[in-house]
């Protein structure tokens, strides 16, 4: 059974940084495209940044140069460093998992991503 558990979400004021991890289980981690999602109350779940499993890396707009994914392969873990953190990064963030590898979808879209992990919440405050 697979898992993905996030952690390291909090609060802080805005300009400070936090990162979130995720840490997975059940599956061959190295094989899978992993992504970050956050959804803020009332709206949409939007795309943050994934990494494929070649390393290649993309960001939503928003996040570019301020946020980082990485992942460790060794340990099954996925993380987010952000940096000079907004009150609009205020959400729950999501750790997702493509374990298809395929598909009509992008890595930048929710629905390409078939595991979710339970989320933690960032609140930013001004």
């Known amino acids: 059974q697979v898992q993905l558990v996030e952690s390291g979400g909090g609060l802080v004021q805005a300009g400070d940084s936090l990162r979130l991890s995720c840490a997975a289980s059940?599956?061959?981690?190295?094989?899978?495209?992993m992504g970050w999602f956050r959804q803020a109350p009332e709206k949409e779940r939007e795309f943050v940044a994934a990494i494929a499993w070649t390393g290649v890396t993309y960001y939503a707009d928003s996040v570019k140069g301020r946020f980082t994914i990485s992942r460790d392969n060794a340990k099954n873990m996925l993380y987010l460093p952000m940096n000079r953190l907004k009150p609009e990064n205020t959400a729950v963030y999501y750790c997702?998992?493509?374990?298809?590898?395929?598909?009509?979808?992008?890595?930048?879209?929710?629905?390409?991503?078939?595991?979710w992990g339970q989320g933690t919440q960032v609140t930013v405050s001004s």
């Open positions: 059940g599956c061959t981690f190295s094989t899978y495209n």
């Open positions: 997702a998992a493509d374990s298809i590898g395929t598909g009509p979808y992008t890595l930048g879209s929710r629905q390409r991503y078939d595991l």
